[in-house]
Nanobody, 123 residues
Framework: EEQLLESGGGSVQAGGTLTLSCKIS????????MAWFRQVYGKEREGVAG???????TYADYVGGRFTISKDDNKNTLYLQMRDLQPEDTAIYFC?????????????????WGQGTQVTVSS
């Protein structure tokens, strides 16, 4: 069974930087995509950034060049470096995987999810 475990969340001041990690263990699909999503309490979960197996990257428009998604296939780990964080970035951040290599950031395309890690940005 594939499992995802996020880490790296925390509390920072506006303008700060955090790097999230997502360790993937268990069964690994041959053509998977991986992505980061976030959810503010009371709102729907939204896509942040995604990366396919060959390395095609998609970012949500609101990222504005502040976030960088990357992966280390040897370590089965997905990363999200977040710079210039703002209070509106406060959310629970989730990683997820898709088995057929989608480039989409639509939540319904992702099958396996982590538990999430909290990111809090104060002004």
């Amino acid at each position: 069974e594939e499992q995802l475990l996020e880490s790296g969340g925390g509390s920072v001041q506006a303008g700060g930087t955090l790097t999230l990690s997502c360790k993937i263990s268990g069964y690994t699909y041959s053509g998977y995509s991986m992505a980061w999503f976030r959810q503010v309490y009371g709102k729907e979960r939204e896509g942040v950034a995604g990366i396919t197996l060959p390395g095609y990257i998609t970012y949500a428009d609101y990222v504005g060049g502040r976030f960088t998604i990357s992966k280390d296939d040897n370590k089965n780990t997905l990363y999200l470096q977040m710079r210039d964080l703002q209070p509106e970035d406060t959310a629970i951040y989730f990683c997820a995987t898709n088995s057929w290599g989608t480039r989409s950031l639509l939540e319904r395309y992702y099958e396996v999810w982590g538990q999430g890690t909290q990111v809090t940005v104060s002004s």
